[in-house]
């Protein structure tokens, strides 16, 4: 059964290796040399003067366009979704599957290992935590993405309080998230979003 690769300009590029720096390789499609930036453990499986398919995601900007490749879904997966998270974009992107892989970010995010997403470079705690809180979000809504990354781990509350379930989920234990999700909406308006009733309830567990 054929892959789903997604739409964009171009779903995939297939050549051969005409050249490799750190980070990037130049795949030759019939004579067409396309500049693809890749994740370090694909750029050490690629070889030059090697056949290749990646899958591509095209990123383009008023001022640029960069061509973003991967040999697995899983990996294409990862990156679109955390190029939805705020605060990342594509070099932080790439930056997670290099130094984590896929493997790995499964288990970050469905154990809530947060210091493991910080282990990236240009992620601190909070852009960490937010990682592990959006791609949690998401696991309950994509099924494509809970199938490929696997939801087993997903914190629910047992009160059904979705901002309790979610500062769990962030490493909370339950007696610190019901403290903070109570100060938060204390000062919260009623009708506050969840999402800005848990980001007010980290900002007051930092100050202690």
């Given at each position: ?12 590029l ?18 067409v ?17 090697s056949?290749?398919l990646?899958l ?28 939805g ?6 070099k932080?992107?790439?930056a ?7 493997s790995?970010?499964?288990r ?38 809970s199938?490929?990354?696997?939801d ?16 769990c ?11 903070a ?6 000062a919260?308006s ?12 980290l900002?007051s567990?930092?100050?202690?």
């Open positions: 059964m054929a892959e789903n690769w997604g739409y964009g300009l171009f779903a995939f297939r050549g051969s290796v005409a050249a490799k720096t750190p980070g990037e390789v130049v795949l030759d499609v019939n004579g040399g396309y500049q693809v930036f890749v994740p370090d453990r694909v750029w050490d499986r690629l070889s030059l003067e056949s290749a990646l591509t995601y095209c990123h383009i900007r008023e001022d640029s366009f960069q061509i973003f490749g991967f040999q697995r879904q899983e990996e294409k997966a990862i990156f679109e979704l955390l190029l998270i705020s605060g990342v974009g594509p932080v992107a790439l997670v599957l290099s130094t984590l892989g896929v790995e970010f499964r970050a995010v469905l154990e809530n290992d947060v210091t493991a997403i910080t282990r990236v470079s240009g992620v601190g705690k909070k852009g960490a935590q937010r990682i592990v809180l959006e791609t949690k979000s998401k696991l309950g809504q994509d099924t494509e993405l199938a490929l990354l696997g087993d781990g997903v914190v629910d509350s047992d009160s059904g309080d979705d901002v309790i379930a979610a500062l989920a962030l490493g909370c234990t339950l007696a610190e998230a019901q403290r999700a109570k100060k938060a909406r204390d919260s009623p009708d506050a979003p969840d999402e800005d009733v848990v980001k007010l309830a900002r567990m930092a100050k202690v």
